[in-house]
């Protein structure tokens, strides 16, 4: 009977050990909002097709934290179909050859062929903006 005592904080460190690791692999293994729009990006690029598109306007908002963001508006016609779209390029700064407020006119839009309306107009690699 002195042994049961024992057993049982045994049990109980192990199981509490394997709910650790089992979280902390869980959290690892999240892929944070910049990541996934990342990974999309990475995909339309390398699986897309090119089209013709324009800007129609590109919104510039400041969180209050003062954090400045650009999304970018723009619509593109194909198979006889009109999509607009935005796409968030507040991360893509660095390759953006002006300032975001001041793009506007025709573009290349990148989208996936078996998903249309997935696109993008700049990513890390390339860029459908027009100089």
Known sequence: M???PFTWLAVTVVAAALLFVI???????????????????????QAGRITDGFVVDVHTAESPSGAVSHLLHYSYDLHGMNYSASQDITALGAHLSRDPRRIAGPVSVKYLPGNPSNSIVICEDWSGLRD
């Open 23 to 45: 979280l902390l692999l869980w959290s690892r293994g999240r892929i944070t909002p910049e990541e996934r729009e990342r990974r999309r990006r990475r995909l339309v690029n």
């Open 2 to 4: 002195s042994g049961a």
